[in-house]
Structures are given as structure tokens and as C-alpha cells.
């Protein structure tokens, strides 16, 4: 099965195809400092801490990163003005034109959606397989994107509004102003953001993609934590 990001704008749903598994969690205390990543890539680095109010997402993220199965896959689904995506496992040493997007590592993390971590500019959320055969929103175990989107206007957030999307006045007051994908809240889960290296998304975002908006130029990553 291909799992992909159909991107379309204001009245059309987005649908991140990824991964079906199960996550490990482990406990960790209450408001301590986040985590904090960085991930490589060609372009420059992006530090991400990690939301202690995403736990399961979290501690995956970290046990992914320390067992090195980031480091070497790609960026392998950018699409400007909304997000690139990345942590195939499929995508090391993935041979030119190859079809990207289908790995996984055999079991999902359960949907941790919390108030106030919404897809503002920056944001570090987790893809996953469409509602059709995904109903409770299950994560992917290691596939992400990180948030581009785009700046709305109070109108465009209405119009939001009026087709259903659940948009508080202080998300309004981001999303006119820092930006992001509104449209995706409570439909995957954020568990964390970029906080130095935004302009890094805006410059893989800009890169030439194939029609399977896979970059022609690969773009791989490693992932440290600090």
C-alpha cells in the first residue's frame, strides 16, 4: 500500500497515508524541561523540543532518534506552502524516481490530539493512514512533517469555520499572523515544534519536486538529541 499527502486548499481534505503499528511509553515527569533535536539536513538544522503533553509520541520519537533510525532517510514528500515530510525507512538508499512514502516499522502510536498544540509554522506532527482504515487516528511510528503552511486571512479562517473546523480566537491570532495549516488540527497529532531553523523548511520547501512531490534532489537527514 502507498502511503502519501494529498494536499489541496481551503475546501478539500487532507489526507496523510502512513504507517498502522503500535507505540511503547514510558513515564516521564511532569513538567520537566522538553526534549530538545535537531534535525540535519543538507540545508541547514531545525531544533525541535518535543511536548511533554504528547508522552507516547515523544518517547517514541526519542527511542527512534537514539537507535539512529532517522539518520540517512528523506525528506521524501515536500509540497510548498504546506509541509515537508519525511522518516521513511524505505527512503535509505532509496534509488532515483523510486516511490517513497510506504514504510513503516510495524506498529502505530495512539492519537495524542491536546488542546493548544495545533499546525502553526514550525509545527512537528506525525503522519498516519487515512480515517478509512485508521479511524482512532493512530500515528505512524517514525514518518512526520514539519508545518510550512501558509498566513489566513480572518476571512479564509471563517470560511474554515463554516465548514466545520474548530478554530479558537487565540489559534485565529496565529494562524493570521505566524501561520500554518488550521485544517489539520485534531486530525493529526502535533507533539512538537521547531523552535531555530524555521527558514530551513521555507528553503526545502522551495526545492523541484517530481510529480510524486518527491524532491529531485535528495535531501537526507540525521537526527541528534541535546
Known amino acids: 500500500m502507498k502511503y502519501l499527502l494529498r494536499a489541496a486548499?481551503?475546501?478539500?481534505?487532507?489526507?496523510?497515508?502512513?504507517?498502522?503499528?503500535q507505540a511503547q511509553t514510558s513515564a516521564y515527569p511532569a513538567g520537566e524541561t522538553e526534549q530538545i533535536a535537531v534535525i540535519h539536513t543538507p540545508y541547514?538544522?531545525?531544533t525541535v523540543k518535543l511536548y511533554n503533553q504528547t508522552p507516547q509520541h515523544r518517547d517514541n520519537f526519542i527511542k527512534l532518534a537514539k537507535a539512529q533510525i532517522f539518520d540517512g532517510t528523506l525528506f521524501h514528500r515536500v509540497i510548498k506552502n504546506f509541509m515537508i515530510q519525511g522518516g521513511d525507512p524505505q527512503s535509505k538508499n532509496a534509488q532515483p524516481g523510486q516511490m517513497l512514502g510506504s514504510g513503516d516499522l510495524g506498529y502505530t502510536v495512539p492519537a495524542e490530539f491536546v488542546p493548544g498544540l495545533i499546525h502553526k509554522k514550525g509545527a512537528l506532527s506525525a503522519a498516519r493512514l487515512g480515517d478509512n482504515v485508521n479511524p482512532a487516528k493512530e500515528s505512524s511510528a517514525s514518518q512526520f512533517y514539519l508545518?510550512?503552511?501558509?498566513?489566513?486571512?480572518?476571512?479564509?479562517?471563517?470560511?474554515?469555520?463554516?465548514?466545520?473546523v474548530k478554530i479558537s480566537p487565540e489559534n485565529e491570532q496565529i494562524y493570521t499572523?505566524?501561520?500554518g495549516?488550521?485544517?489539520?488540527?485534531?486530525?493529526?497529532?502535533?507533539?512538537?515544534?521547531?523552535i531555530d531553523g524555521l527558514?530551513?523548511?521555507?528553503?526545502?520547501?522551495?526545492?523541484?519536486?517530481?510529480?510524486n512531490?518527491?524532491?529531485?534532489?535528495?535531501?537526507p537527514m540525521t537526527v541528534t538529541l541535546k
Do not use: H, K, W
Not at 12 to 17: E, G, K, Q, S
Not at 181 to 194: H, K, S, W
Open 199 to 211: 527558514d530551513i523548511i521555507d528553503r526545502i520547501a522551495q526545492q523541484a519536486t517530481d510529480p
Open 9 to 21: 486548499v481551503l475546501t478539500v481534505a487532507f489526507i496523510l497515508n502512513l504507517t498502522s503499528m
Open 213 to 219: 512531490d518527491r524532491p529531485l534532489e535528495d535531501i
Open 44 to 46: 541547514g538544522d531545525m
Open 177 to 179: 499572523t505566524v501561520g
Open 181 to 194: 495549516t488550521p485544517f489539520l488540527d485534531g486530525e493529526y497529532t502535533v507533539f512538537g515544534e521547531v
Open 147 to 164: 508545518v510550512q503552511g501558509r498566513v489566513y486571512t480572518p476571512q479564509e479562517i471563517n470560511m474554515l469555520r463554516q465548514r466545520g
